[in-house]
């Protein structure tokens, strides 16, 4: 097709086909209801990007600048329908502020008073109090311990005014945090209260990274309690959907072994725990393992390629999504690894751009990346976000899902935030952000069957939205 010329008289009409040519990164086709929406996502865009101070947006510092919260694009952001979440981790599920509200409930835990770790320990209600510890509740409720401080010691926020290195005072987070995992009874009321809170902010499916046990029966229980909640809260919310991801850690070689039992027990879990919510339709609760840790400090992938391959092949219903790319390094080619091991998906691949021809064999073989864009801003990947290098793989054809990975540590509202930065920072359409919701529901974990159910459900309640939103304007 011979492109016409442009003159001075058909410039402006030539100009604004091509800016709604490359508005739409996914090719997604709007109705006309939808169209009037996009309109109005434009609209607040605008008023956004008018009103805040252009050195600071693009950092989206949603745990320390509230008024964000109180945007009209926020506010959209978290109405929307988002699909799924696939990359997020076992006790950090949960926005800090939300963490918070829950454990004022539990009388077991205690917060130590020496305000220099905020660590919490688990002591029954009726047990002595150890030296130095008082009662979570008491210590929020007293103001002994105010949520500000809690802020500042239970997420990425405390690390800005300090010269710590971020990867270490991050993994620390979750050490002040162990006693969450190890308290079982609490589990059963963790998990209800957080697939609730997921339900009522528009996310619908969830696919949990957790560390099991050196225990198979430890770990099969543990999982059951998982299971048991998310029985519980599909009952109100049907269309509710949780898998489990075993994870294991890229370890240093004394510590390799470790990283194979964890990799075997998700092998037995999954067979001794299943979804059997359908009678009809029993199915994987377990679907698959990953290998976790700071990507420039661990072993590389290549290391583990021994042991899962030979998995694999033992196992050859256990998929791979495997922590790969979170990296800047141009000496980090984990990603390489990853493709050679079949992975089903990736979880960030920032540093996919500096391999071509990856990028290439990615995209043809519809390998997903699980984005994770206040996580990479947060962790010094991509400060400005406006530079994450996703917005090019989506214009390349890349399936990607976006994720929240620790909102406990990082975000206000699970995935809403991170919406909110590719909303105004990639400048996405509603045909994108519609994409995105799809994507995270065809590259999930779960089986063909439910993923015709759930799109039928995202469909229904994406066109709600339209309507409810719509109707307002």
Not at 49 to 64: H, R
Not at 124 to 146: H, I, K, L
């Amino acid at each position: 097709m011979t492109e016409s010329k442009v003159t001075l008289e058909n410039y402006e009409q030539k100009r604004k086909e091509l800016v709604e040519a490359n508005s739409n990164m996914l090719g997604v086709v709007l109705r006309e209801k939808e169209e009037k929406l996009n309109g109005y996502l434009s609209m607040l865009k605008a008023e956004y990007k008018s009103t805040i101070n252009n050195k600071d947006a693009y950092t989206v510092p949603t745990l320390t600048d509230k008024s964000i919260k109180e945007r009209k694009l926020y506010k959209f952001c978290s109405m929307l329908p988002k699909g799924a979440d696939l990359h997020v981790h076992d006790m950090a599920l949960l926005p800090f502020c939300e963490l918070v509200k829950l454990l004022k409930t539990q009388k077991q835990f205690c917060i130590n008073r020496d305000r220099k770790s905020y660590d919490l320990i688990t002591v029954p209600e009726q047990s002595e109090m150890p030296n130095g510890y008082m009662r979570f509740y008491d210590a929020v409720e007293s103001g002994y311990c105010t949520e500000e401080e809690l802020l500042h010691n239970w997420t990425v926020v405390g690390a800005l005014d300090k010269d710590v290195n971020i990867w270490d005072y991050f993994e620390d987070l979750f050490n002040r945090h162990a006693a969450l995992s190890s308290n079982p009874d609490f589990a059963a009321v963790y998990y209800d209260y957080t697939f609730r809170y997921y339900c009522e902010h528009n996310i619908m499916h969830v696919e949990i990274h957790i560390m099991l046990t050196d225990s198979i029966d430890e770990s099969a229980d543990y999982l059951k309690i998982v299971r048991q909640a998310y029985y519980n809260v599909k009952k109100d919310y049907p269309y509710f959907t949780v898998r489990i991801i075993g994870a294991g850690v890229k370890a240093d070689n004394e510590n390799i072994e470790l990283t194979k039992k964890c990799f075997l027990n998700t092998t037995y879990v999954k067979e001794i725990v299943k979804d059997e919510s359908d009678p009809d339709n029993v199915s994987d609760f377990v679907i698959g393992f990953d290998l976790v840790n700071e990507e420039d400090t661990a072993l590389p992938l290549k290391k583990f390629a021994p042991m899962l391959l030979k998995a694999k092949k033992q196992y050859p219903d256990m998929k791979l999504y495997i922590h790969g790319g979170e990296s800047i390094d141009a000496g980090n080619d984990n990603l390489i690894d990853a493709y050679l091991l079949g992975v089903s998906r990736v979880g960030h691949g920032l540093n996919l751009y500096r391999y071509p021809d990856l990028h290439s064999r990615f995209v043809k073989s519809e390998i997903c990346l699980e984005v994770c864009p206040i996580s990479n801003s947060a962790l010094g990947y991509t400060k400005d976000i406006r530079n994450h290098p996703a917005t090019e793989y989506l214009k390349s054809g890349m399936a990607i899902a976006l994720c929240s990975d620790d909102p406990t540590y990082m975000e206000n509202e699970t995935l809403t935030d991170d919406f909110f930065a590719a909303v105004t920072s990639w400048d996405l359409s509603l045909a994108d952000i519609k994409q995105l919701g799809i994507n995270s529901i065809m590259y999930s974990g779960l089986e063909e069957s439910r993923k015709f159910v759930s799109l039928k459900e995202y469909n229904r309640m994406w066109n709600e939205f339209v309507d409810k939103m719509t109707s307002k304007m």
